[in-house]
């Protein structure tokens, strides 16, 4: 026979605790050498592509977890790579990013947000120069499956896609501000393919 306690703990306290309790989402390893970060801007008239080759983070992500998810991202701005040393070299000076003052780009999340038709949302704060600004990114799930090499390991990709405009973070000082030469808006596209123990 159950003791007046036992009862009490089982069908008052533990539910109550357990509404306290969280649990993160699973934490995926990022795997750079299938990843990327890319943006295109334009030059005059015609789009210019460019990369940044060196990022990292820390995403911990399910899609029915979102209230637990979280996700941290860094990169490293002199790494930016437009197949042209001379315009990577301008970029990274203090005409635009001013790599050495301020060398890294971060984003911080704060809430994830399902909007239905396979698309999310990550609310978080964007980080360029010394600029701090609250965005909502939106990007999508790719997938789910079992790594065919390596048995015990998942793999998932992540796509985000979005535009900001260079000018609200500083990015382009003196007469490189206005967008006759470089356009204000630059798209971005950062693309993960992500790894985890099953």
């Known amino acids: 026979m159950k003791t007046i306690a036992s009862i009490i703990i089982t069908t008052i306290l533990f539910p109550a605790l357990s509404a306290f309790t969280t649990i993160d989402a699973p934490t995926w390893d990022i795997d750079n050498s299938h990843s990327s970060v890319s943006f295109s801007v334009n030059h005059f008239l015609v789009p210019v592509d460019g990369r940044f080759n060196n990022f990292e983070g820390a995403v911990k992500l399910d899609k029915e977890n979102l209230l637990n998810s979280s996700a941290n991202f860094t990169i490293d701005v002199a790494s ?53 600004k609250d965005v909502a990114l939106p990007f999508k799930i790719l997938g789910q499956t079992e790594h065919p090499m390596k048995k015990g390991t998942i793999i998932s990709g992540i796509q985000l896609k979005t535009t900001i405009n260079r000018n609200d973070y500083g990015v382009g000082s003196g007469s490189w501000a206005a967008s006759a030469v470089v356009g204000d808006e630059v798209d971005i596209k950062v693309t993960l393919e992500l790894s985890r123990k099953s």
Do not use: Y
């Open 80 to 132: 930016v790579d437009t197949r042209d040393d001379k315009r990577n070299n301008h970029l990274q000076s203090g005409d635009f990013f001013n790599a050495k003052k301020f060398p890294k780009i971060t984003f911080v999340s704060n809430k994830f947000e399902d909007k239905g038709n396979g698309e999310l949302l990550v609310h978080g704060k964007l980080t360029i120069k010394d600029v701090t």
